[in-house]
């Protein structure tokens, strides 16, 4: 059995597990659940009986999950939209906003990468601002811009951008300088230079970059929807608390979590398909 059926098949173990070992606390007595207030857990829109749980086992969260994908696309009102309709919102707003970051970071991550006069020039400004918490710019975003949804969207650029822009002067600065200085000899102009030696030997940290930076970006854009509301998968956690409703709490984490991994491992293709074996 080859490394990857092996690692297939020990997934599942692991997956079930997991499962099972949910299932099991979820119908045990023991522990605090056990004990949970039945009032509390009618208001949860749980059913609680002796030695039941009132937190939702996964047979519960596997069909709140199936009702949600067999109709993800209704619009009922401001407050009750389908999860594909929340989901596709969050996603235009984390796409636009790391597109941004795209266009800003890697110019400027060549140009730094390339020029050790505005590394130097740049480095005070990127250390100052690098470790702010995207969510901090979120108050004076809404404060400016005035407009919830573009605000989420630079909030996104805000934390994309430094990821890609490191990665990408890294990248270029890291480049071997005997092809530069075989360019130089050739007489190859510095913009030709730049698209056929340095990026394509830049290209592999380049895409690192920006696999963090789309990780960080959709860990970021869940948080900021919390804040501030209308739509999206991080409003649509916030408002599924507010009704108490714990099983699409989890439903929802499960597709912020697959749709992560989605982002992540399209990323980690291209990143593939441009790294050179040795």
């Known amino acids: 059995m080859s490394l990857g059926a092996r690692a297939s098949v020990l997934s599942l173990a692991i ?19 056990a004990n949970i207030d039945p009032e509390y857990a009618k208001l949860m829109g749980q059913q609680v009986t002796q ?6 086992g996964p047979i519960d969260v596997g069909r709140t999950l199936w009702k949600h994908l067999s109709d993800p696309f209704y619009d009922k009102g401001p407050n009750d939209k389908g999860l594909g309709i929340q989901l596709a919102y969050s996603l235009g707003r984390v796409l636009l906003g790391y597109l941004l970051a795209v266009l800003v970071a890697l110019p400027l991550g060549f140009l730094i990468g390339m020029s050790a006069l505005i590394s130097r020039a740049l480095d005070p400004f990127i250390q100052v601002l ?12 809404l404060y400016t811009i005035k407009d919830s949804g573009v605000s989420a969207i630079f909030v996104i650029f805000i934390c994309s951008v430094w990821p890609m822009l490191l990665n990408t002067a890294f990248g270029v600065s890291a480049v071997r300088k005997e092809w530069l200085n075989v360019a130089r000899t050739l007489e190859v102009g510095p913009l030709r230079r730049a698209f056929t030696i340095i990026l394509p030997a830049a290209a592999p940290t380049i895409l690192t970059g920006m696999r963090i930076s789309i990780g960080i970006a959709w860990l970021v854009i869940v948080a900021a929807e919390m804040l501030v509301g209308g739509t999206g998968i991080g409003y649509f956690v916030w408002n599924e608390w507010n009704n108490l409703s714990i099983t699409n709490v989890i439903v929802a984490i499960l597709v912020i979590g697959v749709m992560g991994m989605i982002l992540d491992q399209t990323l980690a293709r291209c990143q593939r398909a441009v790294t050179y074996p040795d």
Do not use: D, E, R
């Open 15 to 33: 997956l079930a597990i997991f499962l099972i070992g949910w299932h099991v606390a979820t119908q045990g007595a023991a522990g605090p659940a």
């Open 51 to 56: 030695g039941k749980s009132a937190m939702p």
């Open 130 to 141: 690098k470790p702010i918490s995207p969510l901090a710019w979120m108050p004076l975003a």
